[in-house]
């Protein structure tokens, strides 16, 4: 009886959901339809990668992928909120372990689009996912919306995957109901998240870190004793695009899982477009860039996004941790109270008392049977699955 009373109250519920989202429609546009309207100029506003930030990844990050909106419409005809997405051929398989690429490689010589798929999805290409919410369409009721038409328009797209692309687990209440449409969530590579509320580094390491990891971190730093490395802080980094891009390339080779390969425009662009939230760390040694970061900011948040290393000097010299300690002290300084970094690299994070900040992925094939097997395997293709040290982490478990 208490399970029926609570079908119900769910039934209720849904029913009251998808009355108050049927007053708006939703219409696939591009770019172009949207670029006048205050909602899409109000997109993301509180957000660090706001609507300006996707009209550049738009511009500068093309290569495969088709970028697209969707606009919510009011009784009126007026759109009163701008939801991207885009559209690519994703392989579903991309995440396995290393021990399952060689069969795989083995069956794409006869088939080589075995598993490949056109893929809408919903979120940023390079980063982390958001609904955009607006004061007409809250995050509940664009979820709602987007459920409730999200099948039908991945149809008008010929598109066979359907993916919610790493939002943070803050909206897994208003993105439960995609569960109830036939998708599954499954963790995505997590960003991490490192308290640095203390007088400097050097205090930083005292009280958050054990013995040995200081001692460990210390010895790392006698490296660079006698050398003379400058720090640059900048909001555009135009100047040095040309210094800086092929240290981000060296990174970007050297990674054994990679996402977006990202352009020198998209550097230059966020300097030149969106200086009030981009901050380019960039340290010289005598007189020639060896590192740099690429970090954003938002609240008392310093978002470390991308670097760049000389690896001619970076192990000998350690550079990775000689710029996070400059980093952190830089944002001491100037009032942040976190270092939230972006996916990837987690054994040094794990040392240096990161917190896992987890990003999930909602998915389902459009056709209702193969789903039903899809649904059951995609915790066990996503890369996260495989990553040893993320178990490590105290909050591993958050991430599912």
Request: one cysteine or more; aromatic letters at 14%; hydrophobic letters at 45%.
């Amino acid at each position: 009886m208490a399970s029926d009373a609570v079908s119900l109250i769910d039934t209720a519920s849904e029913a009251g959901a998808a009355a108050a989202t049927a007053r708006f429609s939703v219409k696939i546009t591009t770019r172009a339809e949207v670029a006048g309207c205050p909602a899409w100029a109000a997109t993301f506003a509180d957000q660090r990668k706001d609507h300006r930030y996707y009209e550049i990844v738009e511009d500068t990050l093309r290569d495969r992928v088709e970028y697209r909106y969707f606009a919510i419409f009011d009784e009126a005809g007026c759109i009163q909120a701008v939801q991207p997405f885009f559209l690519l051929d994703q392989d579903i398989l991309e995440g396995l372990g290393t021990e399952w690429q060689t069969w795989l490689a083995r069956i794409r010589r006869f088939v080589p689009r075995f598993l490949k798929m056109r893929t809408l999805m919903v979120g940023c290409f390079a980063g982390e996912g958001h609904l955009a919410a607006s004061d007409m369409v809250p995050s509940g009721e664009m979820a709602g919306i987007l459920r409730r038409e999200i099948v039908n328009l991945s149809r008008s797209c010929r598109a066979q995957l359907i993916v919610l692309k790493e939002f943070p687990a803050r909206y897994r209440p208003v993105l439960d109901c995609f569960l109830r449409r036939g998708f599954a969530r499954a963790p995505s590579m997590p960003m991490t998240a490192l308290n640095i509320e203390y007088e400097d580094f050097d205090a930083y390491l005292k009280n958050a870190l054990p013995r040995s990891a200081r001692w460990q971190l210390r010895k790392k730093f006698k490296a660079t004793e006698g050398e003379t490395l400058a720090l640059t802080v900048t909001d555009d980094a135009k100047d040095s695009i040309d210094e800086i891009y092929p240290l981000y390339l060296q990174v970007f080779e050297r990674a054994k899982l990679r996402f977006e390969k990202l352009t020198d425009d998209y550097f230059r662009r966020l300097g030149s477009d969106m200086g009030d939230k981009t901050l380019f760390f960039i340290w010289r040694r005598s007189g020639k860039v060896v590192a740099f970061s690429l970090c954003m900011v938002e609240g008392d948040s310093l978002f470390w996004e991308y670097v760049g290393l000389d690896y001619a000097v970076a192990l000998d010299l350690h550079l990775y941790y000689y710029t996070i300690r400059d980093m952190v002290n830089w944002a001491i300084a100037n009032g942040y109270r976190r270092l939230r970094s972006t996916g990837l690299s987690y054994e040094p994070k794990f040392r240096m008392r990161h917190e896992l900040d987890p990003l999930d992925l909602y998915a389902r094939l459009r056709s209702p049977l193969p789903n039903t097997i899809f649904r059951l395997l995609l915790p066990w293709i996503v890369p996260a699955c495989y990553d040893k040290t993320l178990r490590k982490f105290a909050n591993y478990r958050d991430l599912w």
